[in-house]
Structure formats: structure tokens, C-alpha cells
């Protein structure tokens, strides 16, 4: 599996964009889908490894936003149910892929040849999991991946059964002195066995608490730039400044979107240049519902999964996009009640049959028409999904 080469740099890609652009509107737009396919293909490949029991695959369904009983999840039990490498597609984004790894001591190979039985040059980074202080097998693994220089990272798993043991034993318990403790004892324990790294206290089951935003926040920083977005949009919102991010990652490309549809409008076909911003607006509008997770399987998952009514977070929706099915028709009707818009969309048909005048101003009218568009929808999907986040823990859900 070849690594993706890197996207080029924005300033660069819209040179090349504009040079298209010279030689002809369909060469341009060839240009601009080629970036925006390249973009929703790159492939990011994670590696899950642990010893027997500690949570692996719990820790690749709640990376996917899958529940444990849902049809397609990593099983999950008390004994070791990972034998063989298995990969788990993310169920939004197939280019993410998660890969349940066999725990080294399950297997009959040593560190240095489980990595390239498990092919380890595929994986863009490795979580080690332990659902305890790590083992001897684990700090072996780190220091093999460390030799082929990749990134690995040590997530201590089931943060929550063991803030609930101690807590029936403790008179006086405080859980964030127990996670100090409890982060404490496994960094003691790596560095007594030659490594210096950080642990991430991670509950699968609920990964909005104690340390994965700060995972997140660190894979952010030592992922290629590329790839960053693809982390971003895969992961669940597990805060505000994931749902952020998502929204400034979307927003980057609305102008590429735009790009587009100006291309359509250029062409001198009746009736194309608003059939073209119509599906464009549709296929955009579905990407920011999934991406935010207000479509509607993820609303009843989250529903499912936080005790909060599907009802209660419908409630606080207010984009007319959001846990629907998105057509044309649907965008239409949205568009007619904005009438500056929809008067742009009409003007620039008439626009473009002027001989050299009509195609430049349409080109510009449909490329501001469709910017405009979707920022609106963006802005009104980023709000919504604040106040289902909020919603989701019982929280203030005014933005």
C-alpha cells in the first residue's frame, strides 16, 4: 500500500489551477475536481495494539463512532478476540482505516518480527493500549517502532472502571488526584524500562473526559499537514474545538466549490449553470451533514449512546438540512427563501449569453452566489452541532 504524496501547498495548486483556467473552463475545472477527489482520498491507516484484554477493540469502535453491539463493530470481550490482523473501515470516511492488531503477547512473534507481520509500513501511527501498566511486550513493540521511525503513542484504556473501583473504596476519593496517580504509575513504569513517553487516560466510552482531546490534539501536531483534515473529520465531536476545526476545514475548500460552479456558468448550455451549482449545493450540503454528524444515523446513535431523546436533540436543530435526506428539490426550496441569491442565480443565465461581457460577469455572479450559499449552510451546520454537543451533555445549547 504506497503512501499518498503530499497535496500541494494552496498558493502552489491554485497557480496550477490558473493555468488550467488559461488553456480553457474545462481544464480549469478538470484542475479543481482533481484536488477535491485527491482530498477526500487520502488514506490514513492506524495501527491498535495492546496486550490481550486491554481494550483494543472498544478503543477502534468509539475512534469510528460505532457502538460495540452495532453491525460492523470490532467484537469485543473479556478474552482476546483479535487473532489476525482486521482492518475497520470508518463508516463515514473509508479512506480512515483503523487496524485491530493481534496483542504481541498472543502471538509467536517477538517485537522486532511482529512489525513486519503485521506489515507495519502500511500504518501512519501506532496506539498501544494497556489496560494497566505496561508491559515489558509493549515497551519492546515502542522501541522496534521507534527504530523504522514511526510514531507511536501509549493510551491507557478503562479510565472509567477504575475511577469507579476506587471510588468504592475510598472515603475520601477524588478522581482527578487518582488520575494524576494513575498517569504517574505508567509513566514511572515506561521510564524504568527505557522509554520516555507520554500516556493519554482514555475511556472508550465516553471520549469527550480526561485525555483524548489531548491525543487528538497531539496526532494534529505530528501528522503530515495533509492529513490532518482527514483526522479531523473522522474523529466523533468530542468538543467544541473539534467542531470547529471541522468547520474551518470545510471552509477552506468552499472556494474551491465555487471555482466550480463558475466554471458551469460559463459554459454557454441553458438551464447548466444552475443545474450544476443545484447538485454542487447537494453533494456539499451531504458532506457538511455527515462531517458534523447531524445526519440521521449519527443523531440516533448519539441519542442512543449520551440517554438524550432523539427529540431533544432534533429540538435545538435549526438548519433545514440537517437529519433529512438532502435533494435538490430540498436545496430549492431553501434557496427561494433568499431572494438575493435566487435573483443571482436566475441573472447570471441571462448574463452569460452577452458576448464577452456575459461569461466573465456570470463566471463571477455564480462563484459568489455559490461562496455565499455555502458558508450560510456551513455556519448553520457548525452551530447546530454545538448545541447537539451540548445538548448531548445537558449543557447550555445557546451559541
Known amino acids: 500500500m504506497a503512501d499518498q504524496p503530499d497535496v500541494p501547498h494552496n498558493t502552489e495548486f491554485e497557480k496550477e489551477i490558473q493555468e488550467a483556467m488559461n488553456k480553457g473552463y474545462a481544464q480549469g475545472a478538470a484542475k479543481i475536481q482533481e484536488y477535491l477527489d485527491q482530498q477526500d ?24 463512532g460505532v457502538d460495540n453491539r452495532d453491525e460492523g463493530a470490532a467484537p469485543t470481550g473479556c478474552v482476546e478476540t483479535t487473532t489476525v490482523v482486521t482492518p475497520y473501515a470508518h463508516p463515514n470516511y473509508p479512506n480512515v482505516t483503523l487496524w485491530d492488531l493481534p496483542g504481541i503477547g498472543t502471538t509467536k512473534f517477538p517485537a522486532d518480527k511482529y512489525l513486519k507481520h503485521v506489515e507495519f509500513e502500511k500504518f501512519d501511527f501506532f496506539i498501544i493500549i494497556s489496560a494497566t501498566r505496561f508491559t515489558e511486550n ?19 484504556s478503562k479510565i472509567d472502571n477504575d475511577l469507579n473501583a476506587v471510588e468504592r473504596s475510598q472515603r475520601d476519593f477524588n478522581a482527578e488526584k487518582t488520575l494524576v496517580t494513575m498517569r504517574e504509575n505508567c509513566v514511572e513504569g515506561l521510564q524504568e524500562q527505557g522509554v520516555a513517553a507520554t500516556v493519554f487516560l482514555v475511556s472508550s466510552f465516553d471520549l469527550h473526559l480526561h485525555d483524548f482531546p489531548l491525543l487528538q490534539q497531539t496526532l494534529e ?30 471552509q477552506a475548500k468552499i472556494k474551491y466549490y465555487a471555482g466550480l460552479s463558475a466554471v458551469g456558468a460559463a459554459v454557454p448550455l441553458p438551464g447548466l449553470s444552475i443545474a450544476v451549482d443545484l447538485s454542487l449545493l447537494v453533494n456539499v450540503a451531504k458532506k457538511y451533514a455527515v462531517g458534523f454528524r447531524l445526519d440521521k444515523p449519527s443523531l440516533e446513535k448519539l441519542a442512543a449512546t449520551s440517554g438524550v431523546p432523539l427529540s431533544d436533540l432534533m429540538a435545538v436543530i435549526k438548519s433545514p438540512l440537517a437529519a433529512v435526506e438532502i435533494t435538490t428539490d430540498l436545496i430549492l426550496k431553501v434557496l427561494t427563501t ?9 441573472a447570471e443565465e441571462g448574463l452569460k449569453y452577452i458576448p464577452f461581457l456575459g461569461i466573465p460577469v456570470a463566471a463571477i ?11 450560510m449552510f456551513l455556519n448553520t451546520f457548525a452551530d447546530d452541532a454545538q448545541r447537539v454537543f451540548n445538548k448531548s451533555l445537558g449543557l447550555d445549547t445557546s451559541v
Open 365 to 375: 455572479i455564480s462563484f459568489t452566489t455559490t461562496y455565499k450559499c455555502l458558508s
Open 338 to 346: 433568499l431572494t438575493i441569491t435566487s435573483l443571482s442565480m436566475m
Open 41 to 64: 482520498k487520502i488514506q490514513l491507516h492506524i495501527g491498535i495494539t495492546g496486550e490481550s484484554g486491554a481494550g483494543k477493540s472498544s478503543f477502534v469502535n468509539a475512534f469510528r
Open 221 to 250: 501536531r505530528e501528522l503530515p499537514a495533509h492529513k490532518r483534515d482527514t483526522l479531523f473529520l473522522s474523529v466523533p465531536n468530542i468538543n467544541l474545538e473539534i467542531i470547529n476545526r471541522k468547520k474551518k476545514a470545510f
Open 138 to 156: 509493549d515497551v519492546k513493540l515502542a522501541k522496534e517502532i521507534q527504530k523504522m521511525n514511526k510514531k507511536f503513542y501509549f493510551v491507557r
